[in-house]
C-alpha cells in the first residue's frame, strides 16, 4: 500500500485512475481547483486537496504532498493559452520536483506526450508550444535523480480501458484511450522496480501485464 498524491484527480486519465489505485489498496489524495469538486473526489474514496497550480509555487505544493509516497503527474493546460500551457505542463512538473525533494518523497509520475504527434503535419504555433514544454518538463525530471517515470501517450482518447496496449521504450506514434493510460499508470505504480524510464504508449495488441512485465530490466 502506497499513499499516492494525483495532481489531475478530476482529467480524464485522472479520474479513471484514482478508483483504479484505491482497488488496489492505496490511499490517494488529489489536488482539484473548485470547492464544488471535492464532494466528487470523497464520494470516490479520494482525499481531496484544493489549490490550483497556476498560484502554488513549489513550497505550497511540497505542503500538500508531505506524507505520501509518490506523486502522480496528469495535469494540462488542454490547449487554455500559452501562459497556461507554461505553468501548468511546464512549471507544474518542475515544481513537482522540488516539492517531492521537501516532502523527501522518491517516486514520480508523470504524464507527457509522445515527441511525434503531429508529425508530417501543419502544427498551429499553440502545439508546438505544448510538445516543448512537455518535452522541457521531462527533461527536468529526467535529471532529477528520483525514480521518476515519464509515460508518453499518443493521442487520447476519451474512452475507458480494455488493457490491450504497445507499451515500451519506443512506440510507432497512434491513439491511445484514456482508460488504457490510466491502468498503465496503475500498473507502473505496482512495479516499483520500474523506475527511471521513459516509456511511451498506444492502444495496441498486448495484454497490459504482458507489456509491464516485459520492461522489467533482467
Ligand atoms: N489530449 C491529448 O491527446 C494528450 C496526448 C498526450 C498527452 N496528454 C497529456 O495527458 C495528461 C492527461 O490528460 P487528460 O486528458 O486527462 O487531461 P484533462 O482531462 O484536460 O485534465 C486535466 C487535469 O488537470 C487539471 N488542471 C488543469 N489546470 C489546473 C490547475 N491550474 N491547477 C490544478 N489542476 C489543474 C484539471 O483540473 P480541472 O478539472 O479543474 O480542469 C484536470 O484534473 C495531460 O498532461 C495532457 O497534457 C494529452
Given at each position: 500500500m502506497a499513499r499516492i498524491f494525483l495532481i489531475g484527480a478530476t482529467?480524464?486519465?485522472?479520474?479513471?485512475?484514482?478508483?483504479m489505485l484505491i482497488h488496489a489498496g492505496h490511499d490517494v489524495s488529489g489536488l482539484h481547483r473548485k470547492a464544488e469538486q471535492a464532494e466528487d473526489l470523497r464520494a470516490a474514496g479520494v482525499t481531496p486537496v484544493q489549490g490550483d497550480l497556476m498560484d502554488m509555487d513549489a513550497k505550497a505544493l511540497g505542503y500538500a504532498v508531505a506524507g505520501h509516497d509518490a506523486i502522480v503527474f496528469s495535469a494540462g493546460a488542454a490547449g487554455s493559452g500559452p501562459e497556461r500551457t507554461a505553468e501548468i505542463d511546464g512549471h507544474g512538473p518542475v515544481k513537482m520536483i522540488e516539492a517531492a525533494r521537501a516532502a523527501g518523497i522518491r517516486r514520480l509520475y508523470l504524464v507527457s506526450a509522445m515527441p511525434e504527434a503531429g508529425r508530417g503535419t501543419e502544427v498551429k504555433h499553440g502545439f508546438e508550444l505544448y510538445m516543448r514544454t512537455k518535452k522541457e518538463a521531462d527533461a527536468a525530471l529526467s535529471i532529477s535523480g528520483l525514480d521518476w517515470v515519464i509515460l508518453r501517450p499518443g493521442?487520447?482518447?476519451?474512452?475507458d480501458g480494455d488493457g490491450m496496449v504497445a507499451l515500451s521504450r519506443a512506440v510507432t506514434y497512434g491513439t491511445v484511450k484514456r482508460g488504457n493510460?490510466?491502468?498503465?499508470?496503475?500498473a507502473l505504480i505496482d512495479r516499483p522496480e520500474i523506475r527511471q524510464e521513459i516509456l511511451e504508449l498506444t492502444d495496441g495488441n498486448a495484454p497490459l501485464a504482458d507489456a509491464v512485465d516485459a520492461l522489467v530490466r533482467r
Open positions: 482529467g480524464g486519465v485522472g479520474h479513471r485512475l484514482a478508483p493521442t487520447l482518447l476519451d474512452e493510460v490510466a491502468q498503465t499508470l496503475a
